[in-house]
C-alpha cells in the first residue's frame, strides 16, 4: 500500500497531514476512487472529468495540470505493486489558518493505492435497509463531507445489511455509496442525474450496457413502494460493482433475476476485456 501528499509519495502510515488542513479541519474537498484490475485504472478519463466538475462546483483550482494526476496514480500503481486496488484521491483547499472563507493557498493533492476489498458474493446478493435521505442538497459534488452517508452504513451494516438505500421526501435517490436500480416489467429504472445523487460512473456504464442490450431504461423518480415491487433490485458502485438486491427492509425479491444478471455478466466481461489491454 502506497500514499502520495502534496508533492511526494510517503509511507501510508505516515502523519503528514498539518493540523491546519481544510479537508482535516473542515472537510473542505473532493475526492474520486478508481478501481484498478489487473494493473489497470478502469474508466480513469471519467473519473477524472467529474473530479474536474467537482472541483468546479466548489471553485477549488487544480494545483497542477490533470496529465500529472494521471502520472501520480500510475506511479502509484507501480510502486504498490498490487494488481487488485482501489485508488483513493482527492483534493482540499490547503494549508491555512482556520477561518471559513477561501484562503488564497494552492490546493493539495493526495493518493492512496490499496488493496480491493473483497466484493460479496454477487449470487446471494446483499439485503438493504431503507433509511431517510438526510444529506445536503448537491449530492452530485463528490464532497469529503461523508457524516451522513457514514452514519447510515454505520446503521445498515450493524443491522447485518449490506447497504444503506437512502430516501428523500418518498423518493429513493441513491445508497450511502452506491446508486441503485430497480426492473419491473422487462424495463430498467433509475433515478435521473439531478443534484440529488452522484452521477455514479458504473450507474452511468450500466445505462450504456443496457441500451446495447435493448433493455429500456426509465430515468425517472420512484418511490420505496416501487423498489420493493421490483421484480429485480441492485445497485452499482466502483467497488461493488453491480450488486444485487435479494432483501429490501423486510420485503423479499423474487430470486430469478434475468436482467440483473445479464448487466453484471456484461460489466465484468468489459473490464476483464479492458485488464487485458
Ligand atoms: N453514490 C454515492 C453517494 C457514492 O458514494 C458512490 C460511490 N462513490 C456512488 C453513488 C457510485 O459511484 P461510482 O459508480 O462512480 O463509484
Redesign the pocket.
Known sequence: EIAFYENKFVDINEKVVPIQERGHQFGDGIYE?VRVYNGQPFLLEEHLERFQKSADAIELVLPFPKEKITAIIDEGITRSEMKEADVYFQLTRGIAPRQHNYPECPAVFSMTVRKARPISNREKGISVITLEDERWLN?YIKSLNLLP?IIAKQKALKNGHGEAILVREGIVT??????VFAVKDGKLYTHPATKR??H????AKVMQLAKELRIPLVEKEFTTDFLKNADEAFI???SAEVMPIHTIDDTVLPVDRPISSMLVEEFVKLYHHHAMK
Open positions: 476512487v449530492c452517508n441513491e445508497g450511502s455509496s452506491s446508486n445523487i452522484l455514479g460512473i458504473t450507474r452499482t458502485s466502483t
